[in-house]
């Protein structure tokens, strides 16, 4: 659903701001309704996330299997330092 679909959709042309509010502060519905985890993404972040997604449940696996794997790396060189 895009903004400009939000906008002509409304049959008395007033603003559902439950749909627009998305569109305009880039955030989604279940953070206006405080429905999160409080955890704030960077764009990018959220974009290779929801890539990750898109793979089958295999591929899905591995990619975090391997961040996983490069995050324990990562935490136990931080502890020997």
Do not use: H, W
């Amino acid at each position: 659903m895009s903004l400009g679909s939000v906008l002509s959709s409304s049959q008395d042309r007033a603003l559902d701001f439950k749909n627009v509010k998305p569109f305009l502060f880039c955030v989604t519905m279940d953070y206006l309704a405080g429905e999160t985890t409080g955890m704030a993404f960077e764009r990018k972040t959220e974009d290779r996330l929801q890539d990750i997604e898109k793979l089958t449940e295999r591929e899905e696996d591995d990619a975090f299997a391997l961040l996983d794997a490069f995050l324990a790396k990562s935490k136990m060189q931080a502890v020997c330092k």
